[in-house]
């Protein structure tokens, strides 16, 4: 497995694994897919974006991370979002992202990492708690589109 930063042509194949996972439901908090346009536009080329990073084995696609700034924060902290082929989860992919996430997001100067997740991913949960995440918000009236209530949980990490 290598994990390189993410590139323009990664873009179909980004867009067909986030999209199979909101396909799926229930680990994610996005319900509309994405073309792959539109991801180039958010998770590789964004205004926003700190750093995207892709894991792969063989030149296919088993995960994503990417971090960005977000008006809601605090400037010196960074939104992150992990998307890992639902096949292959806890192998060490979502770790290998994290490993280069923070290294991007120490060189860029942010201090701390913030996750939110909705309070019924227990697999997110568990992932950002084994990373050193703590709990600092909770939303629990979050509802999403369809009008189901699942809450969100915003976790933080400190860089320092």
């Known amino acids: 497995m290598i994990v390189r930063a993410a590139t323009p042509p990664d873009a179909v194949a980004m867009a067909d694994l986030l999209n199979r996972i909101i396909h799926i439901g229930g680990t994610t ?8 346009a539109q991801i180039d536009a958010h998770y590789i080329c964004g ?12 030149d296919v696609v088993l995960g994503f991370q990417s971090l960005e700034h977000h008006a809601d924060l605090p400037a010196d902290w960074a939104d992150i979002g992990t998307f890992v082929d639902p096949d292959q989860q ?5 770790g290998a992202l994290f490993a280069a996430t923070a290294a991007a997001a120490r060189a860029a100067g942010i201090a701390v990492i913030n ?9 997110g949960l568990g992932y950002y708690a084994r990373r050193g995440f703590v709990d600092h918000t909770m939303d629990p009236g979050y509802a999403l589109r369809d009008g189901r209530v699942v809450g969100r949980i915003s ?5 320092g």
């Open 29 to 36: 908090a996005h319900e509309v897919p994405f073309t792959p």
């Open 47 to 58: 205004q926003h974006l700190v750093c995207c990073h892709l894991a792969l084995l063989d």
């Open 90 to 94: 806890r192998l060490g992919i979502g």
């Open 115 to 123: 996750a939110t997740i909705r309070a019924d991913n227990r697999p």
């Open 155 to 159: 976790k933080r990490f400190d860089l």
